[in-house]
């Protein structure tokens, strides 16, 4: 089995290299701009799926009201921005105060929403905290449609055309320049929290052992709730930038963009946050590809069969460990 | 009853809550006109409702710590206790058949036709309850299976003219099999992977139908589905909806009759034990995959029937009865209902799909209310609306 696994891989690579390289060699413009657009997707991708994977490293449970949160978070940034705007702001504070009042609020949904639908299930069956899960997702979509509006809403672009970077505009806009360099910039920052400092480990800690972390004095509640926010906070970020990217927002536009960032967190390993990134990344150029050079409405399709195959083949996902359950 | 202190909580949640909703409760921005509304009443309400809603959440939960501390003794509900009861059983079933046996001659075409949904919905529900209620499994995506019924009843019929009647047992064959092909590379994993991958397959159905136009005619979707016959006699339009609403009367029976037989057979307890704890489960010897697998099965069994039936009722069918939406409805019915308790299935789609027919004015908040439904049964009523039973040997003294 192990054997046919290696040599069917080795089949589908060699297959897809070939033609690869024969479509870059055809028109490498054209693939340098699916690259990056895919590289532009799947940091979004990242943003989302990171919230995704630390909340299932702690307490295995899909979140599926992130998702939700992240459309909370760019339907924030669009209220904001526009009443900014028509009072006559400066647009720079507009932009700054749009991101801070996204980030404030998806984390303030993401902490209430944990402290209503999960808390109290800590110790129920995981079938009834995901039931909630989908509960609290259902319940959020339709609180914005009814408050808001189903149709779908223009976002103006808070991200600006840089001058310095017209030269290269052609190939990749300065909105995708910056989504890229913003994900980067808050990977690196998370990297730092969860790496070197005291919650950090602290989450590290309860995503081990919940119950040995509380008997060392961690305050299991608390890191989860953290885990919450600060996932909440990048979702809201990846909200705002994919607003700014396309140009306008719904109420549904979570649910997708959701499940699209979930597939990347089990591509990469769920629980594992450089898993996610990679899966994110990966899940993102393929698709960017695969829209390009085969059928593009066939888009979800792909990302589900993906999904499907990593799931029959390696169920940890790259970079996950093999887990056994346990009595 | 209520102390100062939850007093004051709950004034701080009702505040906190008010912060919250500001944005999107209050502001109301037209991007078109350039014009900002402020809503400012909506927030005297979220305060108030939130204020009122804490309190009573707060019981609750004390309610349940209290009723786990005490620990009494599990009651039976009040209707698997009136069934029991054989003075009362035998008039009440005999009530109910007179009841539904005259609703199509006394009540208008129009409320005929809300019954025959809802009783679809019925089976669909009581279906599911197999896959989700004893089987433990989330399927998220159970749409698919009734789409593939509703689909091999269009298509066979408009290509070959295949009646209903022959088509019934060929798309139950058809869903089986693409609940076989689906559950079996998924059903090895994790649970919780399994929701998404149902999730999933249910939009690939989806978007295939909506793409493919050689095959299922696109986003148009096929008409001019018959209404089936009887003995090869076609009803006019008024006559076959009374007899699609006893057909799918027949069918509710049919699948009552198994779910209940299933329930209480080896292959239903162990489809609960498995639930319950699969390593102990597999320990004793069942098969863990193939019994989830059969489950599986089953329940898309059931969805495809539903499905013909929907295809044969409204004539009509387009890739848009077939959303993500229309699963999390029969997932509703089951876990509102009660996981596992076929009455308790059947009282949650009776009430959950008739009341926003009736209740028009606020049909738009059907999705809202569900999904805060779902939290607060599985918060506080995780066994749903009316528990399930299970069956347990009595002893009775023999009289000397």
Known sequence: MRLFKIILGVAVVGILGFLGIKEIIADPVYFLELFLGGLTRGSIYALIALGYTMVYGIIQLINFAHGEIYMIGAMTALIVASVLGLWGWNSAVIVILAFVFAIVYSCAYGFTVEKIAYMPLRTAPRLSALISAIGMSLFLQNYVMLAQTSEYMPFESLIPDFKFWEPFSHIITSVEMTIIVTTVIVMILLGILIKFTKIGKAMRAAAQDKIMASLVGINVNRVISTTFVVGSATAAIGGVLIACHVGQINFYIGFLAGLKAFIAAVLGGIGSIPGAVLGSLVLGISESMFTGYFWSEYEDVFAFSILVIILIFRPSGILGRDETSKV | ?400
């Not at chain 2, 698919?144 to 088509?167: C, D, K, P």
């Open chain 2, 1 to 400: 009853m209520v102390t100062k202190k939850e007093i004051k909580l709950s004034f701080f949640i009702g505040l906190w809550f008010m912060v919250l909703t500001f944005p999107i409760m209050v502001i109301k921005v037209n991007t078109i006109t350039n014009t900002v509304i402020f809503r400012w009443p909506n927030l005297l309400w979220v305060g108030i409702v939130c204020f009122f809603a804490s309190l009573i959440w707060n019981y609750l939960l004390r309610m349940k710590e209290e009723k786990k501390k005490a620990d009494t003794k599990d009651d039976i509900p009040i209707v698997h206790r009136l069934l029991q009861n054989e003075k009362f059983k035998i008039p009440f079933l005999a009530a109910l058949a007179i009841f539904f046996l005259l609703y199509p001659f006394v009540f208008s075409m129009y409320h005929t036709s809300i019954l025959i949904s809802a009783l679809i919905y019925v089976m669909l529900g009581l279906g599911l309850n197999i896959v989700v209620g004893l089987a433990g499994l989330l399927d998220l995506g159970y749409v698919a299976f009734y789409a593939v019924g509703a689909y091999t009843y269009a298509l066979l019929n408009l290509h070959f003219g295949i009646s209903f009647w022959v088509v019934l047992p060929i798309s139950a064959v058809f869903g089986a099999i693409a609940g076989t092909l689906l559950g079996y590379p998924v059903l090895r994993l994790r649970g919780d992977y399994l929701a998404i991958v149902t999730l999933g397959f249910g939009e690939i159905i989806r978007i295939v139908l909506e793409n493919w136009d050689d095959f299922s005619n696109g986003p148009r979707g096929i008409g001019n589905i018959p209404a089936p016959s009887f003995f090869g006699h076609q009803f006019g339009q008024h006559d076959s909806v009374i007899y699609i609403y006893f057909i799918v009367i027949g069918l509710v029976l049919m699948t009552i009759f198994f779910v209940n037989r299933l329930e209480n057979s080896r292959i239903g307890r162990a489809w609960i034990a498995l639930r319950d704890d699969e390593i102990a489960c597999q320990a004793m010897g069942i098969d863990k995959f193939k019994t989830k697998l059969t489950a599986f099965t089953l329940g898309a069994t059931w969805a495809a029937l539903g499905g013909v039936v929907f295809a044969a009722k409204t004539s009509f069918i387009n890739p848009m009865s077939f959303t993500i939406w229309e699963s999390i409805t029969i997932l509703c019915v089951v876990v509102i209902g009660g996981m596992g308790s076929a009455i308790g299935v059947i009282a949650g789609a009776l009430v959950l799909i008739l009341l926003p027919e009736y209740l028009r004015a606020v049909a738009e908040y059907r999705m809202l209310v569900f999904g805060a439904l779902q939290v607060i049964v599985m918060v506080f009523k995780p066994e749903g609306l009316i528990r399930s039973v299970r069956k347990i040997y009595k002893f009775k003294k023999v009289k000397e």
